[in-house]
Nanobody, 124 residues
Framework: LQLVESGGGLVQPGESLRLSCAASGSAFNSHAIGWFRQAPGKAREGVAC????????TGPNSMKGRFIISRDNAKNMAYLQMNSLEPEDGATYYC??????????????????WGQGAQVTVSS
């Protein structure tokens, strides 16, 4: 499965941004999808994940509320809506897919296909 992120950029604190992830090459609806982020000098961390058919998202409690994951299997697309962004949210954001029908957790090690990343900068 190949993944390509888009929608990154520079925003001011308090603003919103939506990232998109376009998938190709495999049965998209058999893969859980996750969004992860990595800031310079920090480990990659989970933001939000969603199962192959959608359903209740999972991920760190600290991310819930401001970060909303969704997917459209008919379009082979996944999205991350980011609201009330803060400077600390600035990072490279990655879309990732777990192995087909895997029992996944929303951690990087559970995902084996990765996009190239989208840069998000939050600054006034």
């Amino acid at each position: 499965l190949q993944l390509v992120e888009s929608g990154g950029g520079l925003v001011q604190p308090g603003e919103s941004l939506r990232l998109s992830c376009a998938a190709s090459g495999s049965a998209f609806n058999s893969h859980a999808i996750g969004w992860f982020r990595q800031a310079p000098g920090k480990a990659r961390e989970g933001v939000a994940c969603i199962g192959p058919r959608g359903g209740r998202p999972t991920g760190p409690n600290s991310m819930k509320g401001r970060f909303i994951i969704s997917r459209d299997n008919a379009k082979n697309m996944a999205y991350l809506q980011m609201n009330s962004l803060e400077p600390e949210d600035g990072a490279t954001y990655y879309c990732a897919a777990a192995p087909p029908y895997s029992d996944y957790r929303c951690v990087p090690d559970a995902f084996d296909s990765w996009g190239q990343g989208a840069q998000v900068t939050v600054s006034s």
